[in-house]
Nanobody, 124 residues
Framework: QVQLGESGGGLVQAGDSLRLSCAASGRSFSTYVAAWFRQVGGKEREFVAG????????DYADSVKGRFAVSRDNAENMLYLQMNTLKPEDTAVYYCAAKYGVRLTRITSDYNFWGQGTQVTVSS
């Protein structure tokens, strides 16, 4: 098992940048595919970005492609999400997640472990 904890959220203005971090503990983080999801109110949780174990392949939702960058540091058991040119529609609770296996997917139910979330609010 792995335990996940996000940090780095906050209140920013449109156009600003934020870097989210996710600290992993427990079983070696390098064995998991990892991803970021976000959720607004009662809406479904949506995929934002994902990265395979080696870090050599990533995937992004169209809404964040070119603005967000996902990365990981397996030696430090950390996952990151660099968010640039933030927009009010990026406002959400952001979650990091990890899954067994090698497939990088966008499906919420594929992910086995979740953090508690961190709020990101972007004002216009």
């Amino acid at each position: 098992q792995v335990q996940l904890g996000e940090s780095g959220g906050g209140l920013v203005q449109a156009g600003d940048s934020l870097r989210l971090s996710c600290a992993a503990s427990g079983r070696s983080f390098s064995t998991y595919v990892a991803a970021w999801f976000r959720q607004v109110g009662g809406k479904e949780r949506e995929f934002v970005a994902g990265i395979v174990q080696s870090g050599l392949r990533t995937d992004y939702a169209d809404s964040v492609k070119g603005r967000f960058a996902v990365s990981r540091d397996n030696a430090e058991n950390m996952l990151y999400l660099q968010m640039n040119t933030l927009k009010p529609e990026d406002t959400a609770v952001y979650y990091c997640a990890a899954k067994y296996g090698v497939r990088l997917t966008r499906i919420t139910s594929d992910y086995n472990f979740w953090g508690q979330g961190t709020q990101v609010t972007v004002s216009s």
